[in-house]
């Protein structure tokens, strides 16, 4: 679409015109734009709300106001660090030469946000992109309008559009904007998105991270506490209701504590929402395609035998849908082979260790893994006989807030990782530098041609 290429150009024009920004240019861009998610607080918070029919302030405020300005704090502060030049070894044989890895921007940035957390899963790559000093374009959900227009209006309040736009609209949007030359393509979604993002992105060569899902599994050790389990995962699993690419997926639990594992997660979620969807504090499902899909899943477990726990009452018409619990899940049912991204967990029953590492090695990886013990010898057997993206030990999701712990996915759940340093990495190219001395150059010109016998003895006493 012309108007997008417009805007790339424009930004592109930007980044010639006026080369790498300073480190206190990036520290004031990013004070800018936590004043304004400050400033625009309430509006983004009703957005939200909106965008979901029913989404607790609360919950907005603690699951994306919050580590969003967070992270940016933590750039500011380090900022100065990351952008240090970087000492490295030298060769012995180009010593006294020098080496350094300088971090430069990447250039035009582009982001497509999810809609499922749409304000932290647009800002915060921007966050890094901006720590990196690019220029960066971003596209938030179609499926979140309320909030996409929330943020195109801070986001112009904020910056000039040559530093930083937004771009509305559907999928055919979606397509044109990721088939942009940018520098580096950051996609937030689903696998099946992402899989046209990378073959639009290929057309241009352009690096690609994507941040996707999977089945995340929580796993509970006969030793560990039952009820302090139940209460992490299922507080983890219904946030957002279910609607979170980390959230557990499904739990496994040693097949004979299994009964006694589904009374404590009743009762945990009995204590968190007691009046399940009557009450303020449970988020609805963003559409009526996502709680069709909801039921689709349900209605085939229970068809293929599974039996429903329903703690807080049962599902009715609409996009307001309270958490279920299911047993008696076999891995024909399409809750065990597909992202359930809603508010039904599976509770699987195993009964050796060994057994159930076995079944969680195989991929696909998922983006998540959550492993309940105390123990650290068999912490570090599950860690050493598992992959995923990142790991929480005895909770859930709180990986995810680390600004040191890098986050992304491995295989199908996702490629490449960011926050915090590594993002600033990610959107910053390292840059290999060689400061090459007089004496080196002077020696080396002994193995330039025409050969002679000294350079090829010297060939020789190298290669032994």
């Known amino acids: 679409m012309a108007a997008l290429e417009a ?31 400050r400033d625009d607080q309430e509006l983004l918070v009703a957005a939200v709300a909106q965008d979901f029919g029913c989404r607790p302030a609360e919950e907005t405020r603690l699951l994306e106001l919050l580590p969003l300005l967070d992270a940016i704090r933590h750039a500011r502060r380090h900022l100065r660090r ?22 430069q921007p990447l250039g035009v940035v582009g ?80 696998s099946r998105v992402a899989r046209q993002v990378l073959h639009a992105a290929a057309d241009r060569l352009t690096p690609v991270t994507l941040e996707l899902g999977g089945k995340s599994p929580a796993l509970v050790h006969a030793s560990f506490a039952l009820d302090q389990a139940a209460d992490r995962i299922c507080t983890a699993k219904f946030w957002n209701a279910g609607q979170t690419c980390v959230a557990p997926d499904h739990v496994w639990v040693p097949t004979a504590l299994l009964p006694l594992f589904a009374e404590c997660a009743v009762a945990a979620i009995r204590r968190r929402w007691p009046q399940g969807v009557d009450q303020a504090d449970y988020t609805h499902l963003i559409n009526d395609a996502a709680a069709t899909r909801q039921r689709e899943l349900l209605d085939d477990a229970l068809a293929h035998g599974a039996r429903a726990l329903w703690p807080v009452g049962e599902w009715g018409d609409g996009r307001a849908l309270p958490p279920v619990l299911l047993l008696g899940c076999t891995t024909g049912m399409r809750v065990m082979q597909e992202e359930i991204f809603g508010p039904i967990l599976p509770l699987c029953g195993y009964d050796e260790l060994d057994q159930a590492l076995t079944q969680l090695a195989a991929p696909p990886h998922p983006l998540a893994l959550y492993y309940f013990d105390r123990d650290r010898t068999r912490v570090k057997a599950v860690l050493a006989r598992t992959r995923s993206g990142g790991v929480t030990v005895n909770d859930c999701l709180f990986h995810l807030a680390q600004h040191d712990l890098p986050f992304g996915g491995v295989g199908a759940s996702g490629m490449g990782a960011y926050h915090g340093e590594a993002g600033f990495r990610r959107f910053s190219h390292a840059r290999a530098v060689l400061w090459q001395s007089e004496a080196t150059a002077r020696l ?5 041609p025409p050969y002679r016998r000294l350079g090829r003895r010297l060939v020789d006493w190298l290669l032994r």
């Open 7 to 37: 805007l790339w150009r424009a930004q592109r024009a930007a980044c010639l015109a006026h080369g790498a920004s300073t480190g206190q240019q990036r520290r004031e861009a990013l004070a800018r734009l936590a004043q304004a998610v």
């Open 82 to 103: 990351w952008m240090r030049p970087r000492r490295v070894a030298t060769n012995w044989q180009f010593l006294p030469g020098k080496a350094r890895v300088l971090y």
């Open 111 to 190: 982001i497509i946000g999810a809609w499922n957390y749409p304000i932290l899963l647009t800002l915060s790559p921007l966050v890094d992109a901006l720590a990196a000093g690019n220029r960066v374009m971003l596209k938030p959900s179609e499926l979140a309008p309320a909030t996409a227009a929330a943020l195109a209006a801070l986001i112009a309040r904020t910056f000039p559009p040559e530093q930083v736009t937004v771009v509305q609209g559907d999928a055919e949007v979606a397509a044109a904007f990721s088939a942009l030359p940018f520098d580096h393509l950051l996609f937030t979604g689903s």
């Open 444 to 448: 080396f010109s002994l193995f330039k």
